[in-house]
């Protein structure tokens, strides 16, 4: 798509390493392809499994889960057929706790709406979770820098928790 970004995952010194696997669900098929691009082009992630639409989401997570399989980071478009972002990762919630998962899976909401009080609520039942806009710049390269910007710090917070935790 046409999309630049650095071949690597700077900032090892800071204790950030690649991600073992993020799975993401996005309707669109250029999106899909930016989001692939930042993470396996970056080596963010080591392995990314693409999802068009909720309901297949929810049964690769349910795979995933079932297979005692990490992963590290789930990104989902808010608004998507079938099945929305939010109905997906409220699913998925339940799902980790019938599989009696070790951890919640981290969840970055996607969307091109302002983020507004109910919303709010959502991202709150669903921690770890963080949302990102999709920004008025719909171009691969800023929306590329948009995703990489907003997963590097997401991985850089991460990656204090673990330190803090020790």
Known sequence: CGL???????GTEEGIHPMTCVIFAEDSPGVRRVIETVLSGT????????CENGMEF???MTEFLKDKKRIDLAILDVQMPVLSGIQAAL??????????AQRPTPILFFTAKMIDEKFKAVLDKCRPSAYLNKGTDASPRELGRRIYTVVRRLMADQALQLELNR
């Open 4 to 10: 630049t970004l650095p071949n690597t995952v700077e």
């Open 43 to 50: 080596k963010i992630a080591e392995a990314t499994v693409a």
């Open 58 to 60: 929810i049964s690769k």
């Open 91 to 100: 699913t998925v919630r339940e799902i980790e706790k019938k599989f009696a």
